[in-house]
């Protein structure tokens, strides 16, 4: 699989706000729709944000909605994940992925980052 770099975890406090990067090492048509997800300690992985390369689609979990951005620079191979208002629930290793298209089920993503650690503290 390809990898993907994540990059901008850390620790933050809650009502915080963090930047992920995610720095693909290319864009094709077996990854045109990028996808954030996260993994609580203990919890499956689940679904945060998604995007296109081509239309700039977005969508999002609803546990994020109005307080967590995606978006994409096409001339960088990257994608962000601005994040605020962050809560302590929102602690997780967050992930990177691509597919073809858009979906919010992880188990159909083809290619993964290594994840990087976001912890929120109350």
């Not at 995606?70 to 990257?78: L, Q």
């Not at 601005?82 to 302590?88: D, E, I, R």
Request: aromatic fraction near 12%; charge should be positive; hydrophobic fraction near 30%.
């Amino acid at each position: 699989q390809v990898q993907r770099v994540e990059f901008g975890g850390g620790l933050v406090q809650a009502a915080g706000s963090l930047r992920l990067s995610c720095a693909a090492p290319g864009r094709t048509s077996s990854s045109n729709a990028m996808g954030w997800f996260r993994q609580p300690p203990g919890k499956e992985r689940e679904f945060v944000a998604a995007i296109s390369w081509s239309a700039g689609s977005t969508h999002y979990a609803d546990s994020v909605k109005g307080r967590f951005t995606i978006s994409r620079d096409n001339a960088k191979n990257t994608v962000y994940l601005q994040m605020n208002s962050l809560k302590p629930e929102d602690t997780a290793v967050y992930y990177c992925a691509s597919r073809p298209y858009y979906s919010s089920d992880c188990a159909v993503y083809d290619y993964w980052g290594q994840g990087t650690q976001v912890t929120v503290s109350s």
